[in-house]
């Protein structure tokens, strides 16, 4: 069964530091993998995925993410935090009966 | 495109009570989701629907748990008897569809808090 596991359910950075958000997978066939975000009493809103194609993915708002299958990762980074990058950030996969099954959850704090 | 709404934004109900939510989603999506989020939890996969048939239903969907989709157009998920422990937010997706469903658009959920 397809699975994400992520890696610190809180990161803090300061307002222009790197972001790196950890995501590692479980799948017994190539994995689609995505990362979502969710802003506070908003709903979830699709960051980028990886579909086998090119392994690193760009998203919206700078975001990117590495497929890297000797790893079973899939982290989520941007090389400059803004304050409104303040969110929960969900990775995700599809399982084999085609859902997303999310992973915990990092909840992203950027300091002033 | 107006998105994926959900009804109502909070509920607050005592144990015991049946509640339902209403999700309406993007014109012309065939495929309809429910899933439930706790705190500090990612989201759990209750149950869709490919049109009005409920294809799979998770082992989190209790039989106090009811989910429709009559005309293949909005959705309601009741629950009946609530419990404490049914206090969570309760988030409807809808996606075009398709072998898998790489675009599913997210409501803005429902927050159920079980008195």
């Known amino acids: 069964a397809q699975s994400v596991t992520q890696l610190g359910s809180h990161v803090s950075v300061s307002e222009g530091a790197l972001v790196l958000l950890r995501c590692n997978y479980s799948s017994s066939v190539p994995p689609y993998l995505f990362w979502y975000v969710q802003y506070p009493n908003q709903g979830l809103q699709l960051l980028l995925k990886?579909?086998?194609?090119?392994?690193l993915v760009k998203g919206i708002n700078d975001f990117e993410a590495e497929f890297k299958k000797s790893e079973t990762s899939f982290h989520l980074t941007k090389p400059s935090a803004h304050m409104s990058d303040a969110a929960e950030y969900f990775c995700a996969v599809i399982s084999n009966t085609d859902k997303l099954i999310f992973g915990t959850g990092t909840r992203l704090q950027v300091f002033p | 495109d107006t998105g994926v709404s959900q009804n109502p934004r909070h509920k607050i109900t005592k144990r015991g009570q049946n509640v339902t939510f209403r999700c309406d989603p993007i014109?012309?999506?065939?495929?309809l989701y429910w899933y439930r989020q706790t705190l500090g939890q990612g989201p759990e996969f209750l149950t869709y629907?490919?049109?009005?048939?409920?294809?799979?239903k998770s082992r989190l969907l209790s039989d106090r748990f009811s989910a429709e989709r009559p005309k293949g157009s909005f959705s309601t998920l009741e629950i009946q008897r609530t419990e404490q422990g049914d206090s969570a937010m309760y988030l409807c997706a809808s996606s075009p569809g398709g072998r898998w469903d790489e675009k599913l658009f997210f409501g803005s959920g429902t927050q159920l808090s079980v008195l």
């Open positions: 990886y579909t086998s194609a090119a392994t």
């Open positions: 014109s012309e999506h065939n495929r």
């Open positions: 629907f490919q049109n009005e048939a409920q294809l799979e």
